[in-house]
């Protein structure tokens, strides 16, 4: 589960950092702030979502998926995958 996620966060990020138009909007609004959120909100897919569910993978193959630390980690990315669901729907 954790690699399928991490891949998908990868391509869903790469698609909104480096896409000039958004991938997801019925109309793309060509505003500075329009255009910057969605390539940070890929940035941030990239380079923080995608390495903690990699760390989370890891964790899941050696059986430390239980320790405190991954619980919140756990939470972290369950939290911040159901407000971009919630944002996109």
Same mark, same amino acid.
């Given at each position: 589960?954790?690699?399928?996620?991490?891949?998908?966060? %990868?391509?869903?990020?790469?698609?909104?950092?480096?896409?000039?138009?958004?991938?997801?909007?019925?109309?793309?609004?060509?505003?500075? %702030?329009?255009?910057?959120?969605?390539?940070?909100?890929?940035?941030?897919?990239?380079?923080?979502?995608?390495?903690?569910?990699? %760390?989370?993978?890891?964790?899941?193959?050696?059986?430390?998926?239980?320790?405190?630390?991954?619980?919140?980690?756990?939470?972290?990315?369950?939290?911040?995958?159901?407000?971009?669901?919630?944002?996109? %729907?």
């Amino acid at each position: 589960f954790y690699k399928i996620s991490t891949i998908a966060s %990868l391509v869903v990020g790469g698609s909104f950092a480096l896409s000039p138009i958004s991938p997801l909007a019925i109309s793309n609004d060509p505003t500075p %702030l329009a255009q910057f959120l969605r390539r940070d909100f890929g940035l941030f897919s990239i380079f923080l979502l995608a390495p903690v569910q990699t %760390l989370l993978a890891s964790a899941a193959e050696t059986g430390t998926l239980a320790t405190p630390t991954c619980r919140v980690l756990n939470l972290a990315v369950a939290i911040a995958i159901a407000g971009i669901d919630g944002v996109t %729907l």
